[in-house]
């Protein structure tokens, strides 16, 4: 059958001439013409074909770092037999050595397996970062102030336990400083590279024009370890003569001070830049603009700035022109150098964190006298936008929150009180302000002191012309879409798409109000829904790194990283919790997975086995019975420690799944006997767990809850000869509980994975297809717009979490049916396998692996199945559609003999290669 399918699909790839194929979507370290890159970059293309089945046979690279010279013989690379569109440099290139703070350009032309060729492709370029402290020459980290070693606070201190570092450590406000420096260029510019970082955060400027829109740059980091610089490029902005650079730095989790809502107090240092401005000229001469104390700062009219509290800023002391070449700064004090506190100086590789969309207000009330309610209709991560008329001296107070009280104020109990911003006016004409160095998750905004320009104004205040909502997250691209025609599941899908958003920062956090902490175990549980959502490449690379170096030394990757904060556990697993430290093991395992790169592996293997080696040392008899477990399962209970599973299962199968995972690993290192050893324990493992939680009588684990039952099913630890009857006593077990979803935070992921690879996908239909218990229509219906921290939208927890959302992922991989197949890396090897449940009639969803954009829609029509398929070249897949054998199959319209069709389990199965399919199936 599989040699008759062969010649259909045949065929098909011949009715297509003309054929074309190009090369497309040029890549460097996953960015396109990316700035800052490291001297061993990774590229990678994607083709696009008129025609099916189109694979990879060869390619030829072109590279140098001219753009003029790129077609010489002498920058043209060998003809390479490969059908992998990556490559790293300089490896893939014989004979470059790639030099820092140098731009380099590249194209590349491919070949089929015909043997067709390509035209060239467009030219792509990066620039690369610096190579070490000697690249820096000689710039320093400067300062308006600094602290004494002693007046450091690193760890953090918890909020409520920081009574000694309110008494005797840093003192309540920090100055926000302003740094310049005027300098000349003389002659014709040929290049101009700025490196930069400011610590905590930091916007820089060029002769009064800010650089670039990132927001809260650079990225979070543990800054004892690690801190990270961005590279501008200012070839086409500087200007014969007079220049000037600016620089505003804030706190961050680099310096959070004592007043206000904080979660933790944290100080590494004071606010501090460094730079080196690199200008080339024609002539080939170099200068270097470096920072040293020879710069000028002064006090910024940003009053007050935390990451926990907000900001205030005065606009009354503004300084006019203070970023521009001719500005008096002789009343200006000159910068102090002050002392590093990183080891590592690393460019950002990560997609920068931006305003994304903007929100204009929805509704106005006033619930108070001089008090206004500004509602936004979405709750989000984000600053305020403001514009404002009113005289010098006059402020106005802005205070975010997600909820609203009896009495429709704002609500922040659950969120961390106080926060708010404050904006002093300078009294000129229509101002326009929007905070720097803070964000909050909200909804809404209650104005005092001003009032909007269409109220009735009872006093003289100023007069507020527009607020808006500036939702900001990280820039990563969006990478996948999905919608169908039940719209429950299509609100759903907004709801956890919102959560995720509010959530991808720097590091992925919990939540945008209360903590901003990167609590470990969303990065694998919702890493398959983020990564359906985003491209998450460049982001989960960082998490590692931000893994590893929270490592300790006797193995325990913590519960959060960057820690910036040791919790104190009191026995809950605050800090040192299975669950949530294993993200150290399962994440570089998925982003291998998702995007095929083996130095992910290579670089975090040693974290790996560091972890896995801690976990058994914590073990009893194979055993782990402590952590957090099923964080805010639906007990009976007030949610919070798992209610309805021992801990002991969910921190003993994850246990077991590191170990699973940490073999694969180490056989895909050549670390035979590191993965023989592995798999020796984890026998031992499984044998215990059975043993001790396993009822062979009643074929249940444990007390039988949703998460005891799923999590073996998923990770591996039910015999054979039992996974049937497990799987069918949990289905049975969610039916006699009228299909409520119970399980936690940990075992939800587990229940949604171990349904659908069971066949019941038409019982996850059931169970959220609903609003009338906990779950996401009930958030839904209490008037959530992102995801709850509880399955009941409880006021008193957080009502914007990155938790809980792993339903989005069955969108993609049961209703649109797009996985990839089990050893395929980068999905190379696709599955499309739709599931149609309930009264759904259509789904439409796509998504953007390494090779290109696979799509997977299906509707109802004409009393059958329409289906329309592609698959990127470089690609094929395993097709399953829903279909009986003695039903009618057509292709593009033309009917398909079924004797030459495979079929199993009720549905066709097809093998096809790259291309744009439409098939309709018939009873």
């Not at 800010?210 to 490029?233: K, V």
């Not at 684990?701 to 073996?712: E, F, L």
């Amino acid at each position: 059958m599989k040699q008759c399918m062969g010649i259909w699909l045949l065929f098909l790839s011949l009715q297509t001439w003309g054929q074309q194929l190009q090369v497309v979507h040029l890549r460097t370290d996953n960015k396109t013409n990316p700035l800052g890159c490291q001297l061993s970059p990774r590229l990678s293309w994607q083709l696009s074909a008129s025609y099916n089945n189109c694979v990879q046979q060869a390619y030829q690279l072109q590279f140098s770092d001219d753009s003029t010279t790129l077609n010489s013989k002498k920058h043209t690379g060998k003809h390479v037999e490969s059908a992998d569109p990556f490559l790293t440099l300089p490896a893939a290139f014989a004979g470059i050595t790639l030099l820092p703070a140098h731009t380099y350009y590249w194209r590349v032309q491919v070949w089929d397996k015909a043997g067709r060729p390509s035209g060239w492709s467009e030219v792509a370029s990066f620039i690369n970062a610096l190579n070490g402290p000697a690249d820096w020459k000689g710039a320093k980290w400067i300062g308006y102030e600094d602290v004494v070693d002693s007046m450091r606070v690193v760890p953090g201190v918890h909020n409520g336990t920081d009574k000694f570092y309110q008494k005797h450590k840093a003192r309540q406000r920090t100055i926000v400083p302003l740094f310049r420096k005027a300098f000349s260029v003389q002659g014709k510019v040929k290049s101009a590279l700025l490196y930069i970082s400011g610590l905590g955060q930091y916007e820089a400027s060029l002769n009064g024009v800010r650089l670039g829109d990132n927001f809260l740059a650079p990225g979070w980091t543990h800054y004892d370890e690690t801190a990270l610089y961005n590279t501008y490029d200012l070839t086409n902005v500087l200007q014969a003569g007079e220049n000037a650079l600016g620089v505003i730095v804030g706190n961050g989790f680099f310096n959070v001070n004592k007043e206000r809502y904080r979660k933790l107090s944290v100080v590494y240092g004071m606010p501090r830049m460094i730079c080196r401005l690199l200008i080339t000229y024609e002539n080939g001469k170099t200068t270097n603009i470096v920072s040293g104390t020879d710069w000028r700062t002064s006090a910024s009219p940003i009053t007050f700035t935390s990451i926990y509290g907000g900001e205030d800023y005065d606009a009354g002391k503004e300084q006019s022109g203070w970023d521009q070449p001719g500005f008096n700064d002789t009343e200006w004090k000159p910068a102090i150098v002050v002392k590093a506190t990183e080891k590592r100086l690393l460019p950002e590789e990560d997609y920068p964190v931006k305003v994304m969309e903007v929100l204009p207000v929805r509704r106005i009330t006033q619930p108070q006298p001089a008090v206004y309610m500004y509602d936004f209709g979405q709750n989000a991560s984000g600053i305020i936008g403001l514009k404002i008329k009113g005289k010098k001296g006059q402020t106005v107070k802005l205070i975010p929150a997600e909820l609203t009280n009896d009495k429709q104020l704002a609500n922040q109990k659950a969120t961390g009180s106080p926060y708010y911003f404050s904006y002093t006016l300078k009294g000129d004409g229509i101002e326009t302000w929007q905070p720097r160095f803070s964000y909050y998750g909200f909804r809404y905004v209650q104005v005092e002191g001003a009032a909007p320009d269409t109220a009735v104004h009872t006093g003289d205040v100023p007069e507020i012309i527009s607020l808006e909502l500036l939702h900001t997250r990280n820039a990563a691209p969006v990478n996948g879409t999905f919608s169908c025609s039940n719209d429950l599941f299509n609100r759903i899908h907004t709801l956890i798409l919102w959560a995720i958003k509010s959530n991808m920062q720097s590091v992925l956090t919990d939540c945008p109000h209360r903590e901003k902490l990167s609590w470990l175990e969303q990065d694998y549980l919702m890493g398959n829904a983020i990564q359906y959502s985003y491209d998450i490449d460049l982001l989960y690379r960082k998490l590692i790194r931000d893994m590893k170096e929270a490592q300790t030394g006797e193995g325990l990757v913590p519960d959060i990283a960057p820690e910036f904060v040791f919790f104190d556990d009191h026995g809950f697993g605050f800090r040192d919790s299975p669950e949530w430290g294993s993200a150290g093991v399962i994440v570089p395992w998925l982003h291998y997975r998702w995007y095929g790169d083996k130095t992910v592996i290579s670089d975090a293997y040693p974290m790996v086995k560091k972890y896995v080696a801690y976990l058994g040392a914590k073990a009893q008899h194979n055993i782990l019975s402590y952590g957090l477990g099923d964080w805010f399962d639906n007990g009976p209970q007030r949610p919070g420690v798992a209610q309805l599973t021992p801990k002991g299962v969910t921190a003993t199968a994850i246990y077991y799944y590191d170990l699973v995972l940490a073999g694969n690993m180490a056989d895909l290192l050549g670390k035979t006997a590191e993965a023989k050893a592995f798999r020796v324990q984890a026998d031992k493992v499984k044998a215990t767990f059975n043993g001790e939680y396993f009822h062979t009588g009643t074929k249940v684990y444990s007390t039988g809850s949703q998460t005891a039952m799923a999590m073996p099913l998923c990770v591996g630890l039910v015999e054979e000869q039992y996974r049937q009857a497990v799987f069918s006593n949990m289905v049975d077990s969610i039916r006699q509980q009228r299909n409520q979803l119970t399980a936690g935070d940990i075992g939800f992921h587990f229940l949604v994975q171990a349904l659908q690879e069971g066949g019941a996908s038409d019982l996850l239909y059931e169970m959220n297809n609903r609003s009338d218990v906990p779950g996401y229509g009930f958030q839904l219906a209490k008037g959530a717009t992102t995801l709850t921290e509880s399955w009941a939208a409880l006021e008193q927890v957080s009502n914007n979490h990155l938790m809980l959302g792993h339903l989005l992922e069955w969108f993609y991989t049961g209703l649109g049916g797009i996985t990839q197949q089990a050893g395929s890396i980068g999905y190379k090897q696709l599955q499309i396998c739709p599931e149609v449940v309930g009264d759904i009639t259509w789904v439409k969803t796509s998504y953007n692996t390494p090779y290109g954009t696979v799509r997977s829609e299906w509707e109802k029509k004409d009393g059958g199945m329409l289906f329309r398929i592609s698959i990127p070249p470089n690609s094929n897949a395993i097709v399953k559609l829903p279909a009986k054998r003695e039903g009618r199959i057509t292709a593009d319209g033309k009917p398909l003999n079924n004797q030459d069709l495979s079929f199993e389990k009720e549905r066709v199965v097809m093998y096809l290669g790259s291309g744009d399919y439409e098939f309709s199936t018939f009873k």
